[in-house]
């Protein structure tokens, strides 16, 4: 029974990773990173659960403060890509090219 | 039986709302549905017994962090003329999904792999405010401070990166 | 005792001194406020004086203690140690290396006294004094080392001087040419000095490589090693020494200032070579097959440099000749044996060669750089002191008696004879005769007669007091040096000779009395004839002959120059552009190529992934955990 919610866990991480490698759209990219996220925090809080521990609820609990930070951080960059190229497109940004 | 019932419709809920996510042309609509997803996440962590956890994933993550978000995708305006064409989306979500399914049905045979127990709904002195915060300011006070250091850097990095910078300098 | 070893080290060390700081003041003032001459001058000359001093201090400790135990020895340092090797920065004191040491700074600090007026109004004047100090401070390293590998630290630090101030007037290319033949000639011969060394240590190295330990062992030398490492370091000497093969650079080198012919190129880095076959005297003596072949290319030397120097119309020309032949006689003296004759012949030329070279300088100084004797004439009156001090060194070079050139050059010619090299003998003798011949010519031609350029003679002057008194001390030197090896005939006991007995292993020749004076008298015949001849040609004034027949081929030094460039020079070009048209560019760097273009191709392969796209890398790692977890499903039930 406990493992479904990390079955569920791992559906929603994939569906995450589909987002970030199939989307070029930088915001549904990002988002797609906050899922993953998610996705492991039910992991950690279902393995609290099963232990009955409370070291996962914590962990979640920073990883949510993580995922602020992450978010203030990766908007702040949107924004400024967005003043600099007038584009979304995750495809624009590829100075990582040979 | 309910609690399992209701485990269904919010497993049921969250992944439909990412799969719009992922799906979804425009990053409003993904956002909107990122929002089910999270707030059926939240019930989860209700029947997982968080309460803590609960209540801050429905102020920190669906409130906070996706209002953020959405204030964010509306100050820059963004029209379906704006968004990326994406072609080849269709073959990219097939290979994914064709490269995620070992991963995915390993991940699953490890977790069917493990103990199992009953999710049932563990009443007092587990997961409410008081035993989480002693939790986390007697094992985990370091790393609390680290992430709280992190938080400052962040809100310092995003001043540097999104402030208007003066012509000239 | 001990402190008195120890002035050994200070001795190079004052003029390498003396070479750093003013270098250092030149580099750092040349381009922004150039200091005063005077301050250079007197620098330069400080280190030199004070070696000088010290020198004597040396030589006299030497003379106070008894033959046998006359040698200093100073080590500095260890200089490196490889296995059971250790070199030290040693230094050695003993009978022949004081001699040298102390004329080497004495013509030293003359020289450096006279350039000092030389070089007034060059505009590189500290650059000049700080290649001067640095020439002494190497020199003084060659004479003083206590193995062959310090003297060799010495030896190229004298060729890289050498280079440096010859080409010093680098406005004009020919003078870096000469400076650049002389480096390259300098390498060839080197390459010997370098192999003897090695041939040498390898046979009887182990137990020590200085010259100490060396002489002890030197018994275990087998004749094939020996005359190897004999003929190897002569090769080493003649290049250095400019000899025959390897003379050409000589002639050359007078492109450099005039002060630098004097100290380097006459008196003092040419005849290292010769200092160097009297400090192998040890292995030398052994072999007299190796020894003969040194007096032979050395008595060769000499007539062949005497020829040329017959012909020669540029004055620096003259005396570079002259010196090659000189150095021959030297050879010839050290190849029978008799090192002792041949380095008071050092001794003797160092300051007879200076002073003409110096004389030399002080005409050209007062004739605004004309080197061209013909163009002189007649400048006895208006250079009085000069002309004075030159006859003095005319006549020591000559071998005319009582100068010091004289006797050092009969005890040559005499210990050949009385070693029954009667061939060296009768070239030396005629080589006498054309170096008085020339020698003279010279003296007349630039002093006597009618002067041949009206303008350049009106404004001859004598030079002032700072050139002209260390030209005269170099003619108190040049007359009276013989008189410190007076042979027995003439009641004298060859002081020089004893002196040196301890450093130096020599065989004797006996010889009766008759065949000394007879010998002497036909020297003394032949140079009269030589001095008559060049008289009656040029003492009444003579006018610039046309060349023909063998003095054309003589006034173009036989074309070696031209065989040396069509024979090792053009092949080796030759040689040169094959590999660096042909075998560098086609063979060689082929393999190279092959592999930068594989690592190319494959980049080029490769790139097509770097797609540069964040969510394409994102899909490789998912790829690469995608294949992991195929595999790990595997391994799980």
Redesign the interface.
Known sequence: ????????S???F????????????V??????I??ML?AA??AF??F???H?S??G??L???V??????????A??????L?KHKG?????V?????? | MFAEWLFYVFSVLSVLGAVGLVLFRHPMSGAMSLIVTMISLAGLYALLSAKLIFVLQLIVYAGAIMSLILFIIMFLNIQTSDLPEEKGKLYFLAGGVVLLLPIASFLIKVVKSLPGSEATIVGKGFGGVKEVGLVLFQDWLLPFEIVSILLLVSLIGAVVLAGKRRVGK | MEHTAAYLGLIPLLPLTGALVIGLLYMFTCTTNPLPEKLYGALACVGPLLSFFLALVVFFHLKGLPPEERFLVHNAYTWFAVGDLHINMGFLADPLSALMLLFVTLIGSLIHIYSVGYMAEDKNYGKFFCYMNLFLGAMLILVLGSGPVVMFVGWEGVGLCSYLLISYFSEDTNNVLAGNKAFIVNRIGDLGFVLGMSVLFWAIGASGFDYLSLRANAHNLTPAIGITVCLLLFVGATGKSAQIPLYVWLPDAMAGPTPVSALIHAATMVTAGVYMVARFSFIYAHFPIAGSVVAWVGILTALLAAIFGMFQKDIKKILAYSTVSQLGYMFAAVGVTAYSAGIFHVFTHAFFKALLFLGAGSVIYALHHQQDIWKMGGLKDKLPRTYWTMLIGALALSGVPPFSGFFSKDEILFSALATGHTGIWFIGVLVAGMTAYYTFRMIFLVFHGAPRDKEAFDHAHEPPAVMTIPLVILAVGAAFAGVLNLPAIFGGSLNVSQWLEPSLVEHHGHASIWLEIMAMLASIGVVACGVYIAYKKFGQGAEEPVFTGFAKIGYYKFYVDEIYNAVFVQPYKGFGSIISRFLEPKVTDSGVKLSSWLYQKAGTAFKALQVGYVRIYALYMIIGLSLMSLFLSQTIN
Do not use: P, W
């Open positions: 029974m406990i493992q479904h919610y990390l079955i569920l791992i559906i929603l994939c569906l995450g990773i589909l987002g970030v490698i199939s989307r070029r759209n915001f549904t990219v990002f988002m797609s906050e899922l998610n925090n039910l809080i279902t609290s659960r099963l009955l409370m070291d609820q914590v979640a609990l920073l949510m403060a993580v995922a602020a930070a992450e978010a203030a951080l908007l702040a960059v949107v924004i400024l967005h584009n979304l497109d995750t495809n940004f590829s100075l990582l090219k040979g």
